[in-house]
């Protein structure tokens, strides 16, 4: 897979000035991370959804992986619980395919020496064999949260050795947003929410009528009724940001029910 510049689109609310290249351009490590998390989104796991990423010294990427179970075994044949009185074999454990392995196996390219692996949380020591079988120089990783796990410490010990570089991931950005609609019909919708942001800031907050901004965070206008300010929370239909509790965390009223509601459509 190659990587050609702007291969995302144009994205968010980045400053462009016309003079010169668009800034805020994601990163290549907050790129290669992100991909990490979004193959993570592959994952039937219903505990733990990890995602890896093999990228080159030339940041090709070369393989992609997510913990699942081997091609072929189907999904709803094999356990997925942590634990069972029936003992290991009802677990997941004996059966899931670890992301980095999957990663390693599923490369696109002859090999994978001296290449870097992102993956979401710190490999297990079954994975760092791997890593270091496979010729991978650098482990980034987002999570080490399982840190004081013999696995873990296992892993740390086989890289130190094999001078396998390791480093927790610093995101230049804590939340990528990501549009799953054409680009078009988003530029319509956020001069929609445009206009309805700059209409509920008009409106006197005496005259809202609180609608609850249903799964988000900020719990809406339940708690504070006529605060002019969830007005706000609503326009964050499938894809926009809820104003008060941040991106992505709750399902809102669609932007047609809003445009409706201040008359702009
Ligand atoms: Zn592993």
Request: with cysteine; net charge positive; aromatic share 6%.
């Amino acid at each position: 897979m190659g990587v050609g510049s702007g291969a995302m689109g144009a994205m968010g609310d980045d400053a462009r000035d016309g003079q010169g290249p668009r800034k805020g351009a994601l990163s290549w490590d907050d790129y290669f991370m992100s991909l990490a998390f979004l193959t993570a989104m592959r994952s039937k796991d219903p505990s733990t959804q990890v995602g890896a990423c093999i990228v080159n010294a030339r940041n090709r990427i070369i393989g992609v992986g997510y913990n699942g179970m081997p091609s072929n075994c189907p999904n709803d044949e094999l356990p997925w619980g942590k634990k069972s009185s029936s003992g290991e074999l009802a677990t997941k454990y004996p059966y899931v395919v670890h992301a980095e392995l999957n990663a390693v196996l599923n490369k696109n390219s002859e090999s994978c020496a001296g290449c870097r692996i992102y993956t979401t949380l710190f490999p297990c020591n079954e994975c760092a064999k791997v890593i270091i079988q496979a010729g991978i120089r650098e482990v980034i990783y987002a999570s080490d949260k399982h840190s004081e796990r013999l696995s873990a410490k296992a892993s740390r010990r086989l890289f130190d050795l094999a001078g396998v570089e390791m480093r927790h991931f610093a995101p230049e950005k804590d939340l990528l947003a990501l549009p799953l609609r054409y680009t078009e019909d988003r530029q319509r919708a956020d001069r929609v929410v445009e206009r309805v942001v700059d209409r509920v800031e008009r409106v006197p907050a005496a005259q809202m009528t609180p609608l609850a901004c249903s799964g988000c965070s900020c719990r809406g206008s339940r708690e504070t009724a006529n605060d002019r300010w969830n007005g706000l929370g609503w326009m964050a239909a499938a894809g926009f940001a809820c104003l008060i509790g941040g991106v992505g965390r709750g399902r809102m009223r669609p932007v047609a029910n809003m445009a409706a509601r201040f008359g702009l459509r």
